[in-house]
């Protein structure tokens, strides 16, 4: 059997740039990007926190160490500079690599920069 798990996630991630004339993708920091084990091109759906939008695209890479999420294309009708925003990626797994399963969690602040990393959602309590 294989399970469609959360892979990674750059939580609450602010847009920097939203350029519609761009090829179409998300520029993640470089270092973020590596942080998080997302791959250049790798599918990534986008939460917005902002307006509630919700999309798919792919990440291409961005100068290591500028703190740059780009939504470019289309996409940058659904998000804007300032927006926060929940980039996450998905991956199949079989049995077997569930077992020791974690996903990688970053956690950012207001300038993306990374203000913790986990392997686990807490628990929410009522």
Do not use: W
Request: glycine share 8%; net charge negative.
């Amino acid at each position: 059997m294989q399970c469609t798990m959360l892979k990674a996630k750059l939580h609450q991630a602010r847009v920097t740039h939203a350029e519609l004339e761009y090829e179409g993708s998300c520029a993640i920091d470089g270092e973020l990007m590596d942080m998080a084990g997302i791959l250049e091109y790798e599918q990534i759906q986008i939460y917005n926190l902002e307006n509630g939008e919700r999309f798919t695209t792919y990440a291409i890479r961005g100068e290591d160490g500028s703190r740059m999420i780009s939504v470019n294309g289309a996409a940058a009708h659904k998000a804007g500079p300032g927006h926060r925003v929940i980039i996450c990626t998905y991956a199949a797994y079989s049995s077997a690599e569930l077992i020791n399963f974690k996903p990688r969690l970053i956690y950012l602040d207001e300038g993306n920069a990374i203000k913790s990393t986990s392997n686990a959602i807490p628990v929410q309590v009522a």
